[in-house]
């Protein structure tokens, strides 16, 4: 049956396009777990079987391979498994929006105090390590420290399934204004799978402005920057451990290492 097992945990999950590492996230387990699930080296125990079916919206009996999901089954799994996460706890919102790439006029989200996707700028490292893309998804706000200097702006306009870049400036304040910057980790699901993410409130005397980042390396980055020696940078202490440590990769890892402690990140998709 190990063997058995492994093979339709792999299936189910190539179908649905997670990586290990996501569905070892999912579960608060490491990926090396999962590749032993998949290999037949040893079983889940009951508790993660149960996850695991609630995952893939599958029964127990097709999961260990007794029993071969039906059509309708199959049709229709993929759409409810990637429901059923956003579907929990829809009270822990976190006043986000999911995608400032699905609006078309980010400045009422950011001076409303929406949470919005960002990329962070600083001097000239941009995390995350992406481009903007004409494609729906990707972020189309820009935080930008450069000097001392604090700048936000919209570089892209959602319209008709695709992102126009644009420039756009939004705000400009002085990073002597910064009364203190708020680092929070999350985690979020967004169709099949699900990520990291770093929250970041910059607080100013005048309003507070709340990004969420698909990346765990700016927090890294912020706590370390000369740039912000001089700022009130305030994270969990469950994670002040992880940051202090020198090397980015490990911080990074041990971050992910303590996901038990890292709150469900849901969306408000406008």
């Not at 945990?9 to 990586?19: A, N, Y």
């Not at 699905?102 to 400045?107: G, L, R, S």
């Amino acid at each position: 049956m190990t063997v058995e097992m492994g093979k339709q945990l792999k299936k189910f999950r190539q179908e649905q396009g997670v990586s290990q590492q996501e569905l070892a996230d999912y579960l608060s387990i490491s990926r090396q777990t999962i590749s032993k699930w998949e290999l037949g080296k040893s079983l889940p125990d009951v508790e993660n079987i149960i996850r695991l079916c609630d995952y893939f919206n599958i029964s127990a009996d097709v999961l260990i391979g007794r029993k071969k999901p039906s059509f309708f089954e199959n049709l229709f799994r993929g759409k409810e498994r990637r429901q059923m996460p956003m579907d929990q706890e829809k009270e822990k919102k976190n006043n986000a929006v999911f995608y400032s790439a699905y609006a078309p006029d980010i400045e009422p989200l950011i001076l409303a105090g929406q949470r919005v996707n960002t990329f962070v700028k600083i001097e000239e490292n941009i995390l995350p390590h992406a481009t903007f893309s004409k494609l729906m998804g990707y972020a189309n706000c820009l935080c930008n420290f450069n000097g001392e200097k604090v700048s936000i702006d919209q570089i892209g306009k959602f319209e008709w399934v695709v992102n126009t870049p644009i420039e756009k400036p939004i705000v400009e304040f002085s990073l002597q204004d910064v009364l203190e910057i708020k680092l929070q980790f999350g985690k979020y699901f967004r169709n099949v799978g699900g990520n990291f993410v770093t929250l970041i409130d910059i607080v100013t005397k005048d309003q507070t402005y709340s990004f969420w980042v698909e990346s765990l390396k700016i927090a890294y980055v912020i706590w370390h920057h000369e740039k912000f020696k001089n700022v009130k940078l305030n994270v969990d202490k469950t994670f002040q451990k992880a940051l202090n440590l020198s090397n980015e990769e490990e911080a990074v890892a041990a971050i992910r290492n303590d996901a038990k402690n890292i709150p469900l990140f849901y969306s408000n998709s406008k």
